[in-house]
């Protein structure tokens, strides 16, 4: 027999860039350490941010991923969508390059990330705000 948890996770405003959200999340749904085995699903309900399984060791990971966003999409480019500022299109794009939810496997109550891997927030707005996430496990308990 299979049971669900579905909670929403508010995380406070970040400024433009990634963020570890790991343990946001884990300290928002404690329910995971509940679980024998499962799937933890967390998306986000936002087009100008996203979410990315990644380094959590080396912060240069993190400049270095910033960097090329910033290239792959720069605000310079002539976009059609400007009615939300500068940095909305490019906000889109970015986060169409990630993902809008991750999938994370659950084994006696912990996430089966690997050594260096974290969840991560990337805010790729300016002025992005509090952000919502809505996560899902399902699996059997203990």
């Not at 967390?42 to 990644?54: E, G, Y």
């Amino acid at each position: 027999m299979s049971d669900w948890v579905q909670s929403e996770v508010v995380l406070p405003a970040f400024s433009r860039g990634c963020h570890l959200v790991t343990s946001h999340v884990l300290s928002e749904v404690p329910a995971v350490g509940e679980f024998k085995v499962g799937l933890m699903h967390v998306f986000i309900r936002h087009t100008s941010a996203s979410l990315t399984l990644n380094e959590n060791a080396d912060p240069d990971v993190l400049t270095d991923m910033n960097m090329a966003f910033n290239r792959l999409a720069p605000e310079s480019w002539p976009y059609v969508h400007t009615c939300e500022g500068p940095d909305d299109m490019p906000a889109h794009i970015k986060s169409s390059l990630t993902d809008s939810s991750v999938t994370i496997p659950i084994s006696n109550g912990q996430l089966l990330t690997g050594t260096w891997q974290g969840i991560y927030l990337c805010e790729h707005r300016n002025h992005g705000g509090r952000r919502q996430l809505i996560v899902t496990i399902q699996g059997s308990r203990r």
